[in-house]
């Protein structure tokens, strides 16, 4: 008989809407839909949960078990799985389940998501075609990963793209793209190489763009090394909850790579490097929305410069009516000289 947790992962396909499955234990089941944790009338078979492990486990090529208590991956449909063995849990293991919105494939197909007007899209679409240095933050569930594949999905198909993740979660095509994995600590390879091996790799790939799914350690300091030596137009996730904290997480980033320099030093690296932060953030109604855009500005004495382009109103994200540093890239691809003129 077939699993019952596989069975309520395929009842849930159809339903459109569901960002995140939770399984706490047999009848103590939960979605996320359109922000909201409903939980479900449903009771998983006490059975099931040893054996739907070890399925996930071995399709993901890793090991789970007493001394392998966690594995993160991915499922069949692309979903982000995470499991926790009981050893740490109060009886069952812990399942959580990060599904993507499938329906969601470029600009073109947002339909009100993130609540951005046609105006904001084109203006999106000329920063990726200007091959400026955009980081994407935003805290847990925010669709960090969603807006960063849509702007991948605007590159050229001339450019050869190296990304580098921890499980795929990117998704887009291009004709000369390499995907780079770290191997997991209970993959069974001995001393595999880390995130920040990977960022150093690229440089020896001939990559036109790097893109880092997600920065959370010291590659930070590498990604900022290959922004600043002539890979325009790379990209990242981080995890922040503003671009001021956004900012602050990557100097501590920075230093986790053992370097013991000036924090002005640090700032000079990422000021030089990083050319927007695009903050993504939830609203009163849960939905997922761009709450900021900020440019940074180069240095004024200590502090790196930035100002606002985009900021979030009551009802959409409006432009501030500050003309961007960078338009005079921005204009060669498409933008017109009086894009930010207010009629």
Known sequence: MENSIWQLLESLKPKKGVTEVIINSPDNVYIEKEGDLIRLNVEIKPSDFDTFCHEVATQNQVKFGYEHPIVDGILPDGSRINII???YTDKFPAITIRKY???????DELEGKFLISEKWI????????????IIVSGGTGCGKTTFLNLLLNELSPLERIITIEDTRELSFKSPN??????????SGIENPLQMRDLVKNTLRMRP???IVGEVRGAEAFDMLQAMNTGHDGSMCTLHANSPVEALARLENLFLFAGFEVPVNTVRKQISSAVDFIIQLDRNENGERIVSEVLELTR????????QKIGMRSELALEFSGIVPACMKKLIPVGLESD?????
Request: charged share 25%; hydrophobic share 50%; aromatic share 12%.
């Open 339 to 343: 894009f930010f003129v207010e009629i």
């Open 122 to 133: 084109r203006f999106f679409k000329s920063l990726v075609a200007a091959r400026v240095n």
């Open 208 to 210: 036109d763009r790097i």
């Open 299 to 306: 240095m004024e004495g200590q502090v790196i410069s930035s």
């Open 85 to 87: 063995s009981n050893r």
């Open 177 to 186: 793209h390499v995907r780079l994995y770290t191997a997991m600590a209970n």
């Open 101 to 107: 919105l499938k329906n969601i494939r470029s600009f």
